[in-house]
């Protein structure tokens, strides 16, 4: 389905889904134009229960506490409007200079709407070791703290953070609302053993479902007072196909095309299949392929490693050289250059501020070592 003309070095943004799993998205679209209102009242709950069987299995998760989202914005808003309710004013809620832009927005949104403050812990990169980020936000954990949210996987920087130590040391006293973006699909995953209050993430990108599949999964203790970021049928069980109140919540959500949460199962077995060794497979041959292709770019252009290898999971950064003539987009002209005379798509952010930026590799299935051979060509001519 790719583009053959581009060299794809940036999975992690959008996934790419393949062609076995858009015409199982494909059929579940032609049965629902078939009988829409056969398919919405009947053939949906069922469906959509598999498919969270499925998900559930994958994640190691209890499938009574996860629910679909579109996406893992919408996971966090959810989280976000349910616990607001509850809080005073002058309550924290802690992010990271590496929060994802959106999500940290929601946070700002959230906090002002409950009088509290969002406090901004600043992490480290280049990073030494995950223990530098464990300190930092131990040491801004006060008695107002009411949610820590942590990214599991971060986009500027392409780290995989030690979540699962820091939910140890601060729940249940500090609820933590993980978001795990990137992680399904590219590092191994057990959310019980996680056992953060909040988790949330996205199927369309490493697990390669089509777009808008998601999840959340929440704690039992949480899920009464849980409601989506958009109230439906479900708040006064007008939705009583689902199993429980909490599911109720969030699987009507409105009229919506629910058929990327329908062939998430699809996803996952195309997927599977696709190697002898199947998802372990995929994720150790993903992980290998971008520490090569990392270490690739880095000697082109005479970079030392940012983070150490076991940080990094199938996506890596690396800062950039910032040149004399910089201007202060969040994109870098440099993205741009990338993608319309060299024909990579790669993204280049302006991180922690501009015009200091960071280069995100990615490497999915469908990459090879020359991709990235193509990119330090690409990047020794443009930075000279
Ligand atoms: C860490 C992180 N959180 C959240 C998101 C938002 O994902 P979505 O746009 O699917 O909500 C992204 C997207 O790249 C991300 O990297």
Redesign the pocket.
Known sequence: MLDPGVVHLNH???GACPTDVLDVQAQFRIEMERNPVAFMLHDYQPALEQSREALAEFLGADAAGLVFV???????NSVLRSLETQLSPGAEIVVTNQ??N??RNAAIVSASRFGGSVIDVDIPFPIESPSVIVDRIRSAVTERTALVML?????PTGLVWPVAELVAELEPDIPVLI????APGMIELDLSSIGASFYTA?C??WICSP?GA?FLHVAERHRPHMHAAAISHGHNDGWPASSSRFHAQFDWTGTDDPTARLAVPAALEVMAAHRPGGWEEIRRSNHELALAGRDIVADALQLAAPAPDAMIGSIAALPLPVPEDAGDSIFDPLMERLHHEWKIEVPVFAWPTAPERVIRISAQQYNEIDDYHRLAEALRAELG
Request: hydrophobic share 25%; glycine share 10%.
């Open positions: 992690g943004s959008f579109p996406n893992a914005t919408y996971g966090v929060t994802y959106a999500c990214d599991h996987v971060t986009s978001d795990g973006a990137h996205n369309h990108k777009k998601a």
